[in-house]
Nanobody
Framework: QVQLVESGGGLVQAGGSLRLSCAASGITFSSYAMSWYRQAPGKERELVATISSTGGSTNYADSVKGRFTISRDNDKNTMCLQMNSLKPEDTAVYYC??????????????WGQGTQVTVSS
């Protein structure tokens, strides 16, 4: 059974920091690209950051570049998102995502339950 469990969300003042974690089980973690998505009330879910299976490549949404850092530990099956200089517009539910494309016909995509991040002004 695949499980992605997020933790680390909470309430923080603007300018503050939070560190989100995602613990994975039931998958060969080192084969999966991992991402953080977020969804604010009334808005669509958006991609925040992605890290490749080896950790050698990362990508960020323009809105978080220079403030957020994604990382992973393939020995511990965990992924993190360090969020600095938080803004009220970062308020959202943050979701962990694991994705593996084995072939054109075999694609695996899993989600965590989400963790709330609230940034007060």
């Amino acid at each position: 059974q695949v499980q992605l469990v997020e933790s680390g969300g909470g309430l923080v003042q603007a300018g503050g920091s939070l560190r989100l974690s995602c613990a994975a089980s039931g998958i060969t973690f080192s084969s999966y690209a991992m991402s953080w998505y977020r969804q604010a009330p009334g808005k669509e879910r958006e991609l925040v950051a992605t890290i490749s299976s080896t950790g050698g490549s990362t990508n960020y949404a323009d809105s978080v570049k220079g403030r957020f850092t994604i990382s992973r530990d393939n020995d511990k099956n965990t992924m993190c998102l360090q969020m600095n200089s938080l803004k009220p517009e970062d308020t959202a539910v943050y979701y962990c995502n694991a994705r593996f494309i084995e072939s054109y016909f075999k694609r695996y995509n899993y989600w965590g339950q989400g963790t709330q991040v609230t940034v007060s002004s």
